[in-house]
């Protein structure tokens, strides 16, 4: 099935270890994106790279850093995992970015980390 | 800044009535607004689609306006069904093709 799929769906772990998310799309898109949904449902976004070039960086610790090996994959790994990051992160793809960059963007079905 | 606001938090309604969620947004300067839909523990599924220069788009019981210039969007659900029941959110796309995201309505449809 052509999808945004990620792995693991959940993710339970200490305090303090590293972990690594991953995402990949098989629609073709050049554009891929992650986003935290945190405890009050709120989704922000936290990056975004086109054609393997980061694009959007928002305010997130160094301890995130995104990497996209092909245009297909971004994959997130955090480093020293705290108890705020506890939230779903979601990947997202989408052809194109900026102007005219008019298409939708397609969700995976988030992977819910859970810091213990 | 961009701002997304979502009224109401959440609704219930008897199955069978038409309903309209909001969706307000503070800078007029979008590409696009997207409405999607969340079940419980679930991912997005995108509903609706409707670029800056359109007005409205329709699938099936679902109808999405967008007034550009007052930052308003609306999400009319037609004849609703316990199905229905689901998170709704709103987002407009922006510079640099970021989405940005209502807190979203909760919606629960009751046999």
């Known amino acids: 099935d052509t999808a945004v799929s990620q792995t693991p769906k959940y993710l339970v772990t200490q305090m303090g270890n590293d972990k690594s998310i991953k995402c990949e799309q098989n629609l073709g898109h050049d554009t891929m994106y992650w986003y935290k949904q945190d405890s009050k449902k709120f989704l922000k976004i936290m990056f975004s790279y086109n054609n393997k070039e980061l694009i959007i960086n928002e305010t997130v610790p160094n301890r995130f850093s995104p990497k996209s090996p092909d245009k297909a994959h971004l994959n997130l790994h955090i480093n020293s995992l705290e108890l705020g990051d506890s939230a779903v992160y979601f990947c997202a793809s989408s052809q194109g970015q900026g102007a005219p960059g008019n298409q939708p963007q397609h969700f995976g079905d988030g992977t819910r980390l859970s810091i213990l | 800044k961009q701002e997304v606001t979502q009224i109401p938090a959440a609704l219930s309604v008897p199955e069978g009535e038409n309903l309209v969620l909001n969706c307000s947004f503070t800078?007029?300067?979008?590409?696009?607004l997207q409405w999607f839909r969340q079940d419980p523990g679930k991912g997005l599924t995108s509903l609706l689609l409707i670029q800056s220069s359109q007005r409205e788009q329709t699938s099936g019981r679902l109808n999405a306006s967008l007034d550009k210039s007052s930052g308003r969007s609306t999400l009319y659900i037609a004849a609703s069904q316990p199905g229905d029941s689901a998170t709704y959110l709103c987002?407009?796309?922006?510079?640099?093709?970021?989405?940005?995201f209502g807190e979203g309505t909760q919606l629960t449809v009751n046999p």
């Open positions: 987002a407009v796309r922006t510079s640099g093709s970021r989405l940005t």
């Open positions: 800078d007029s300067a979008i590409y696009n």
